[in-house]
């Protein structure tokens, strides 16, 4: 029996490296240390907030949208940044 959350289930364990163009996603948390959780904290990449991916390449670096911000990470910041799950 499938329940309300569900749809979120998918993206359990997921990066923002896992997230293809176009795909709206909530942060769950910050890996990596120290130093890139403060940088990303100072862009305004920190958990709860919501993160578009507006283009880019597969392995390599995306732009990415948190709030009004827009901005480029490489493939292995984006692997250090969780993901809860798809917004609709």
Do not use: W
């Not at 390449?57 to 948190?66: A, L, Q, S, T």
């Amino acid at each position: 029996m499938r329940n309300r959350h569900d749809r979120y289930n998918c993206f359990e364990g997921m990066t923002a490296a896992d997230l293809k163009i176009g795909q709206l996603a909530c942060i769950s948390s910050l890996g990596k240390g120290r130093g890139f959780r403060a940088r990303m904290l100072g862009l305004g990449v920190r958990p709860g907030a919501s993160m578009k991916i507006l283009g880019g390449y597969d392995k390599g670096p995306r732009i990415i949208e948190v709030g009004r911000q827009k901005f480029m990470l490489g493939c292995e910041m984006l692997s250090a940044i969780y993901i809860d799950g798809e917004k609709r």
